[in-house]
């Protein structure tokens, strides 16, 4: 599985950017598909989740000004983000996931794109 995210780019506080994930699969594969980001000297974080039937969820501080959504025909989910701060710097990297199941065991199998980076000037 791969994953190849685009869109990032340097913006103005309170503009817009749309990030994009394409997957090398049909994303009728994935459990869930999501977007995540690391800024420097933090941990990475989740920043919003949309799972296979299109249930959302969004961390708290974006939750309002960020739009995630996907397109099974495209094999494809992106980020829409609006109204962005300085405080949303940070490289953004898609993520996927496909649960498998082993007995009674389930494991996730993570899948990540290469990160994209987001810079908005204050």
């Known amino acids: 599985v791969q994953l190849q995210a685009s869109g990032g780019g340097l913006v103005q506080a309170g503009g817009s950017l749309r990030l994009s994930c394409s997957a090398s699969?049909?994303?009728?594969?994935?459990?869930?598909m999501g977007w995540y980001r690391q800024a420097i000297g933090k941990a990475r974080e989740l920043v919003a989740l949309?799972?296979?039937?299109?249930?959302?969820n969004y961390a708290a501080s974006v939750r309002g000004r960020f739009t995630i959504s996907k397109d099974n025909a495209k094999n494809a989910w992106y980020l829409q983000m609006n109204s962005l701060k300085a405080e949303d710097t940070a490289v953004y990297y898609c993520?996927?996931?496909?649960?498998?199941?082993?007995?009674?065991?389930?494991?996730?199998?993570?899948?990540w794109g290469q990160g994209t980076q987001v810079t908005v000037s204050s």
């Open positions: 993520n996927s996931v496909i649960q498998t199941h082993k007995g009674w065991t389930r494991y996730n199998n993570d899948y």
């Open positions: 949309i799972t296979s039937d299109g249930t959302t």
């Open positions: 699969i049909s994303i009728f594969s994935f459990n869930t």
